[in-house]
């Protein structure tokens, strides 16, 4: 099961923001401030190119058909998307207009974003026709990493990617799915380009959630392919978006997610198990189920009004990058309204629902304090072996984590106008029962 010689091992912060951070050598400090509004956040040069090419009014109007006749003019011997997936565009489109306050360059941004995602969309369907026969890949078995945005998922889906028989999906490979004959490295550096120019709009975003072309990260690009994913409002204020996608059936996305995982495996095939993660994933439990018969769950929780603080700066700095308009007081109103928190207790109880080597809870602080011990737990509850190869792997990150100090991301309640006794009076029941109170 591994080796515990240096058990029980200190704490550590990681990405987890909690009060236990070691740090074995002295680096560099890296500081996201308190959130506060849009404008605090934008260098003079973005201020200015809003300024300046707000004049251009309606240049750069989000076009859900235009979006499409660009796709195609790249692709034009890959058909016509999917109707469900033209039809998400257009609602996705129709909130931008009306709901996310887009600056000039949130307006260029999204028809970079979209005509991309429409382009990488009709490329998928292209693989498909021209092999019909990676409709029938068997996936391995997957585990799904559930929790909120901001509770510790990245980090535990990370750790968990050490283990060599889990077979995870590097941000090139979510990003852009369709293989291509001269191998991946193209892929790899037009993300490595798109993350740089992410890197100069917004420092801020990369510093809270770390992100490069190769390390290992979630899955929401498969659904942003087809424009089917609640990932949207967070970097856009897209409540119209949201209220139609919830009402539509998930199941559209996740069988286009599905197949899009294989034709990932069908040219890399490897791996015991699949381990994905993405929040929203969180709130589809029996969809994913539904489309997953095997699937297994590990869901992690974190006191809500430490989540709920750190989504609302996530949330501010990400719009930030596309609106002008954006306020911690707006995001504070917002938020804890939001399906993220009102559907949190359904999450919970749909995964109880399932047979108990299906599951796994785990709690932050206990994945903070002791990450491979907490791993190794969840592994026994989903009746799965930690190898001495995994258990060594997983040790190493840990220390790679512990020397190298995690940005420092600033972020209060009371900076949001969220009130944290009412916040914990109205999860008292989920507290409770995972012991969160602070």
């Known amino acids: 099961m591994g080796r515990q010689s240096t058990y029980p091992p200190p704490p550590v912060a990681l990405d987890l923001e909690l009060g236990a951070s070691i740090q074995a050598r002295k680096t560099p400090e890296i500081c996201v401030p308190q959130f506060t509004q849009a404008c605090e956040s934008h260098a003079r040069w973005v201020r200015a190119a809003n ?42 489109v129709e909130s931008l207009n009306q709901d996310a306050a887009l600056n000039f360059i949130g307006k260029i941004a999204a028809r970079i974003d979209c005509t991309r995602m429409a382009t990488t969309h009709l490329r998928v369907e292209k693989a498909f026709r021209e092999n019909p026969a990676v409709e029938g890949v068997e996936l391995p078995p997957p585990v799904f990493v559930l929790g909120l945005f901001r509770s510790g998922t990245t980090f535990l889906h990370r ?5 060599p028989d889990s077979r995870t999906l590097p941000h090139w490979e979510s990003f852009d799915p369709v293989h291509t004959a001269e191998g991946p490295e193209a892929r790899q550096r037009k993300l490595t380009f798109t993350l740089g120019l992410a890197d100069i709009l917004s420092p801020n975003i990369k510093a809270i959630h770390p992100m490069d072309a190769h390390q290992t990260d979630e899955c929401r690009a498969l659904f942003t392919n087809v424009f089917r994913t609640l990932q949207f409002n967070v970097q856009y204020r897209a409540s119209g978006y949201v209220d139609w996608l919830l009402h539509q059936d998930s199941r559209i996305a996740y069988r286009h997610y599905r197949r899009q995982l294989q034709l990932i495996h069908h040219h890399r095939p490897f791996g015991k198990r699949l381990v994905l993660k993405d929040p929203t994933h969180t709130f589809f439990v029996d969809t994913i189920v539904d489309i997953f018969p095997s699937a297994r769950f590990v869901f992690i929780h974190r006191d809500p009004v430490d989540t709920l603080s750190s989504i609302c700066s996530l949330h501010g700095y990400a719009r930030s990058v596309f609106s002008s308009d954006v306020d911690a007081k707006a995001l504070g109103q917002e938020l804890p309204e939001s399906y993220m928190m009102s559907m949190l207790e359904s999450a919970v109880a749909a995964v109880d629902r399932l047979p108990a080597n299906r599951f796994a809870h785990v709690r932050s602080p206990d994945l903070s304090r002791d990450p491979l011990g907490t791993v190794v737990a969840a592994y026994r509850e989903l009746g799965m072996d930690l190898s001495e190869d995994a258990s060594t ?26 009130e944290p006794g009412a916040i914990r009076e109205r999860f008292a029941d989920y507290c409770d029962r995972f012991d969160l109170m602070a």
Do not use: C, V
């Open 51 to 92: 300024r300046i090419g707000g004049r251009w009014e309606p240049f750069g109007r989000p076009d859900a058909d235009g979006y499409w006749e660009i796709a195609q003019r790249r692709q034009p011997d890959a058909g016509d998307p999917t109707p469900d997936t033209q039809t998400a565009l257009r609602a996705l």
């Open 159 to 163: 750790l968990l990617a050490q283990d």
């Open 393 to 418: 792997a997983m040790q190493a990150f840990i220390r790679a984590k512990r020397e190298n100090a995690s940005p420092r991301h600033i972020h209060g309640a009371q900076g949001f106008g969220l």
